[in-house]
């Protein structure tokens, strides 16, 4: 697999540069998150990062490659929304045991 050398800016990266792999299209991924375990009282947490163009060349707006942006508020998580399936409903109430008819 390949790899690029991508750089962090804000956050507790901000100035690294890291070997990030690439995907089967030559694009890093879209987010890039690092886990910060739980120590000396403190939390869990985990830094997420959003993938954006490093800039555009002057001559022909070419982009120059991606770097990761610090994003607080982290990922914004989202749930798959299909056209064709149903919004999730509780099953109705059973009206108990169907008494048998004589």
Known sequence: MRSENT???????????LPILLGPTGHPPKWYEVPVPAHEGHPA????????PAGYSK???????W??????E???RRELRWPWSKPRTAPPPSAGPAEPKE
């Open 7 to 17: 750089p962090f800016r804000g956050g507790p990266l901000d100035g690294r540069v």
């Open 45 to 52: 947490t985990v830094h997420a990062y959003r993938r954006e």
């Open 67 to 72: 770097v990761y942006a610090y994003a607080p």
């Open 59 to 65: 001559r022909l707006g070419l982009q120059k490659g």
């Open 74 to 76: 982290g990922r914004e």
